[in-house]
C-alpha cells in the first residue's frame, strides 16, 4: 500500500469473520504463553483487555500460524480490525519461512489501540512495538504503536495532528532512530525519547514503572 492510499473500510463479512476468530484465538490461551506475557510485564488483566490469544485452532487463511501469539488490533470499542501474529519459537525464524512478527498477506497498515487516541488528553505516546504500548498504558500512559516505520502513513499524521504533544519511544537501535525521525518530521508536535537499556518493556522489566517515568521527566525538563 503506498503512503497515500486511503484505508479501505472493512466489510461486515471481515469484520464477523475477524472478531470470531479473536475471540476464538483469547480462549485458546494457554498457560504457557500467559507465563510467556507475564515475562514481559503483561498479566492477566492487560492480555483480557487487548484480548492476546493463540492459535492452536487456526481459522481458515490462518493455518501457517499455528501455534503463534494472536495479537488483534482493535477499534475503540474493542472489536477487532485485525490481526498480528507473534512465533514463540526459539528458532530462527527465517527458516521456517515467516517472519518473528507476521501479517496477513493484503493486510492494511494500522494503528495500534486506537482507543487510547479518544481517552487520551492533550499528550499521546507512540512506540514501534505493541507490547511497548501496552505497557505505556499499564502504568496510566495512552499510548497507541505503530510496527516500524514504513506502517506510520500520512492518513496517521492525521489521525495524532490534535494532540499538543506526542511522545516518541523509539527503540535504542537504527530502526528506532528512523522511527523517530519518521514521526518527528511528519508531527511538528512530535518529540523522541530517549531510551538507554533496551525497549519500552525491557525497561520496564528492569527498572518498573519509575524508570519509565524518568525517561519521560527527562524529555520534558522545561514543563
Not at 68 to 84: N, V
Not at 199 to 212: I, K, R
Amino acid at each position: 500500500m503506498s503512503e497515500r492510499e486511503p484505508l479501505r473500510p472493512l466489510s461486515t463479512s471481515q469484520r464477523e469473520a475477524l472478531e470470531e476468530a479473536t475471540a476464538a484465538y483469547q480462549g485458546q490461551l494457554t498457560a504457557d504463553v500467559a507465563r510467556y506475557l507475564l515475562g514481559r510485564g503483561i498479566e492477566k488483566q492487560e492480555a483480557d483487555t487487548y484480548r492476546l490469544g493463540v492459535v492452536s485452532d487456526p481459522y481458515p487463511g490462518h493455518s501457517k500460524y499455528r501455534g503463534m501469539l494472536a495479537i488483534p488490533y482493535l477499534d475503540k470499542h474493542g472489536q477487532a480490525l485485525s490481526i498480528r501474529f507473534r512465533c514463540l519459537e526459539e528458532h530462527k525464524c527465517r527458516d521456517f519461512w515467516h517472519g518473528k512478527y507476521n501479517t496477513i498477506e493484503g493486510e492494511q497498515a494500522r494503528c495500534f489501540n486506537i482507543g487510547a487516541i479518544f481517552r487520551a488528553g492533550d499528550e499521546l505516546h507512540v512506540t514501534e512495538g505493541e507490547f511497548d504500548a501496552v505497557i505505556l498504558n499499564k502504568i496510566g500512559l495512552p499510548a497507541v504503536a505503530f510496527p516500524g516505520s514504513d506502517n506510520f502513513k500520512s492518513r496517521h499524521r492525521r489521525m495524532l495532528a490534535g494532540f499538543s504533544r506526542i511522545w516518541v519511544w523509539g527503540d535504542p537501535d537504527d530502526a528506532g532512530a528512523k522511527f523517530t525521525n519518521k514521526i518527528s518530521r511528519a508531527l511538528r508536535q512530535a518529540k523522541g525519547l530517549r531510551l538507554r537499556d533496551g525497549d519500552v518493556t525491557d525497561t520496564y522489566m528492569a527498572g518498573g514503572e519509575q524508570a519509565l517515568l524518568d525517561i519521560l521527566r527527562e524529555g520534558k525538563p522545561n514543563q
